[in-house]
């Protein structure tokens, strides 16, 4: 697989890294020249210094033929038009965003961006993992569309606690794909009940997900 | 008319004192607090600290309620995206970006946004006179803005 990454900061680095070592075919695009140099002593020439934004270093670049093009600047702004640029001009199949600002990861779908990434949003989730359960934790958003995976704990204090799955009062648009327990997931029916320690795997509309957390929520 | 404009540079500065004078409410968003010095005195409209590309900087700038928003700040790409959010989320009838990048400038206008391009605005208009001897279609508003001291 042919892989650019635009941006030769650390996270940028260490993908890199990891591409060239899992034998992928790999460009880095660094703008600055000073970070340039320091990355392609390690890299060699893995890395290319240029604006990942500009159609002629795109092509340069081979952009045409990428079969994925990550932008991880630290600049939202920057992500998007690299991302929309290789689509528009390029017709790269597969674009993936990283983003600061979480809200901006709607924006980008909208707009045309295959994937985002929004580290603020992940560590959000983690830290709402420790405080209770009953969390609604995105796992995956599907490609087109507006679907999300997502998995729900059930702890102690769960409302849905021994009841089953035909009397929960799901929103629409959500559909219980698994119910994973002791390890070992179980297609549900309607008669399934729910333990704790269960792993609740959803299907959902992204804009009905906080529905969901009315369901599951334990009321911390 | 409501009037939001992204960036306080010569070219936001300079629209916003116009506008403002005509009679307009306008908004001008920069980064930097000392950005808005080119205001001058006459200048009363609202002032917003902040980033542009950032929904709840816009919407403190009455984005909502905007006829027009002009994104004139220094970068191409943050005016792209301001301008896509603008019409994308907010829903602003009339979006203007300015992008000094030819083939950004005509590749977002293909997408729908009004993108001006003064690199190539200025570079032709130059190129024409120095063939022809004469200006182009484009008026010179600096008598305006000296004479009325806007």
Known sequence: ?220 | MNVVILGCGRVGSTLARMMYKDGHTVTVIDLQSEAFRRLGTKYKGQRIVGNGIDEDVLRRAGIENADIFVSVSQGDNRNIMAAQIARHVFGVKNVIARIYDPIRADRYRQLGLVTLCTTTIASGLIRDFAANGEWGLAKDYSQEYITHAV
């Open chain 1, 1 to 220: 697989m042919y892989v650019i990454i635009v941006g030769g900061g650390n996270i940028g680095y260490y993908l890199a890294k990891q591409l060239v070592a899992a034998k992928h075919e790999v460009l880095l695009l660094e703008k600055d020249r000073l970070r340039y140099r320091t990355v392609s002593e390690e890299l060699g020439e893995v890395v290319m210094q240029g604006d990942g934004c500009e159609v002629a270093q795109q092509t340069e670049a081979g952009f045409g033929r990428a079969d994925a093009v990550v932008a991880v600047t630290g600049s939202d702004d920057d992500n998007l038009v690299v991302c929309q640029m290789a689509k528009l001009e390029h017709n790269v199949p597969r674009t993936i965003s990283r983003v600061n600002d979480p809200r901006n990861e709607k924006l980008f779908h909208k707009l045309g961006v295959d994937a985002t990434v929004s580290s603020t949003k992940i560590i959000y989730n983690l830290i709402e993992q420790e405080v209770g359960g009953g969390e609604v934790i995105p796992l995956a958003a599907l490609n087109r569309g507006n679907i999300e995976i997502v998995e729900v704990e059930i702890g102690a204090r769960s409302p849905v606690l021994d009841g089953d799955i035909k009397s929960l009062q799901l929103p629409s648009e959500a559909l219980i794909i698994s119910v994973i327990r002791g390890g070992h997931a179980i297609l549900p029916t309607g008669e399934t009940t729910f333990a704790v320690g269960d792993s609740v795997v959803i299907l959902v509309n992204a804009d009905r997900e906080h529905e969901l957390r009315h369901v599951f929520s334990e009321g911390v």
